[in-house]
């Protein structure tokens, strides 16, 4: 132990593990810039919606519903939360009590650890074989941003780069286009990886220019705002070529899309 503090001391803190390869995802499906999209990931999914996109829960919603998005000519993208443990969920017990950090605000739901992807990885596998074998197109991973919150676990942006990074590239080979949700201080690393962004309150927050560069590399950037006025964002949002709507936190059905 002694001689491991003293090669600290005089050769600094080991090199952080560099992040792997991005895996290409050929032939996958992949959002236009401007592409019209709903976000409802509660209730009865209302496909009468007439969009190019819809982002739904990865349990709730059947194959079937999947089907008949398909045949009425839009995407379906599933949503799943990587970041967080969700009491409710079937998988539930499959994730040992070592790796639920502190409650993220949400009832029943608290942060994972995600420095334990020897744990955190067979678990993520399955829901992404659940995507991928429902026919989704692509799949959105939710709390990827746990290092920038009080998680109960001393994460740093290294952790959650390496954790976001594996998520993109698992999705990849399963065949499954990926969003980058939120997480806008790290997107110049990890837009080789992702293949759109998803954002909430970029606007509110001001921080929406870190977003730009997806929208440069032909990749499209979805959003919403839930405090601010459609006047308070929108022409903002479509001179930088964002698809953004207004909803509600409960994301149901309601929806103000700004184009």
């Known amino acids: 132990m002694l001689v491991a503090v003293l090669a600290v001391l005089v050769l600094g803190a080991p090199p ?21 999209w709903q976000w ?6 209302d496909r009468s919606v007439d969009v190019d996109m819809y982002d739904v829960d990865a349990f709730d919603v059947p194959e079937r519903v ?5 045949d009425q000519g839009a995407a379906a ?4 939360s990587a970041g967080s443990w969700e009491d409710w969920r079937p998988d539930a017990d499959a994730f040992p009590d070592d790796v639920l950090g ?9 942060w994972l650890d995600i420095r334990e992807l020897h744990v955190l990885q067979p678990i993520m596998e399955a829901r992404m074989d659940l995507c991928a074998n429902k026919g989704f197109d692509g799949i959105e991973f939710d709390n990827v941003d746990g290092f920038q919150n009080r998680t109960g676990f001393d994460l740093t942006a290294h952790d959650q780069a390496r954790y976001d990074s594996w998520l993109a590239n698992a999705a990849h080979e399963r065949g499954l286009s990926v969003a980058l949700k939120n997480d806008v201080g790290q997107v110049k690393k990890l837009l080789p990886y992702f293949d759109f962004a998803l954002n909430e309150q970029c606007f509110q927050y001001d921080e929406c220019d870190r977003l730009l560069p997806f929208v440069d590399a032909g990749k499209a950037v979805f959003g919403v705002e839930y405090r601010l006025e459609t006047d308070e964002f929108c022409p903002q949002a479509n001179a930088m070529n964002f698809n953004f709507l207004k909803k509600k936190w409960a994301l149901r059905v309601w929806r103000i899309p700004c184009r």
């Open 66 to 70: 999947i089907t008949k998005i398909h």
């Open 40 to 45: 409802q990931l509660q209730g009865q999914i």
């Open 16 to 36: 952080a593990i560099a992040l792997p390869d991005p895996v290409p995802c050929d032939g996958c499906w992949q959002p236009e810039l401007v592409t019209s």
């Open 102 to 110: 502190r409650k993220n605000g949400w009832p029943g739901e608290r």
């Open 77 to 80: 993208v599933c949503y799943v």
